[in-house]
């Protein structure tokens, strides 16, 4: 049954900026809800990002791992980085690739593409696979600090059974690329 969603639309009013910072901007927004009121909207702009799944020659997949602050821990991951002003997702994945892992992919595939947290966020993450891997010089950024390592697909699995791999964007691009 194909039904409009015009009976769900919020028009904007108003939008004040409250903060600007290196990496996201915070703004709060006033809107016109469905049903005649007004609602205030909370919103996090963050400028997209990529993350890959780079696969090698044997099958297996290289992650990383690093401490990632807003929740205090190490985890492990597939590469991942956010776009420059400008840069395209499949540009910014061969970059982001061989700034993390020192690989460069010669066959670049694009899996899909996904809102990480719509209730609050903008932010868009492009899933791809990488394939046809070759060795390369890592670069990472300079406040970047990254164990790069290498797993099969079996032990990934066991890995999201056990809990180990628990970043979104990773399970995402992980099962997504049959994994």
């Not at 194909?2 to 900026?17: F, Q």
């Not at 409250?18 to 709060?28: P, V, Y």
Request: charged residues 25%; hydrophobic residues 35%; proline residues 6%.
């Amino acid at each position: 049954m194909s039904r409009s969603n015009n009976d769900l639309y919020e028009k904007p009013l108003t939008s004040t900026s409250i903060f600007e910072g290196k990496i996201l901007k915070l703004r709060r927004d006033e809107v016109l809800l469905p049903n005649g009121k007004t609602g205030t909207r909370e919103v996090v702009e963050h400028p997209g990002a990529v993350a890959i799944v780079p696969k090698t020659k044997d099958g297996h997949i290289i992650l990383v791992r690093q401490f990632r602050h807003p929740i205090r821990q190490v985890i492990l991951e597939v590469p991942a980085g956010k776009l420059d002003p400008g840069e395209k997702p499949e540009a910014c994945a061969l970059r982001e690739l061989a700034e993390e892992t020192g690989f460069v992919a010669n066959k670049l595939q694009k899996l899909t593409s996904i809102f990480t947290t719509p209730g609050f966020s903008n932010e868009i993450i492009h899933l791809y696979v990488a394939e046809d891997l070759v060795k390369s010089d890592k670069q990472p950024d300079e406040d970047e600090f990254i164990n790069t390592e290498l797993y099969s697909p079996d032990q990934i699995r066991q890995m999201i059974a056990h809990g180990e791999i628990c970043d979104a964007k990773s399970l995402v691009a992980l099962c997504l690329a049959g994994i």
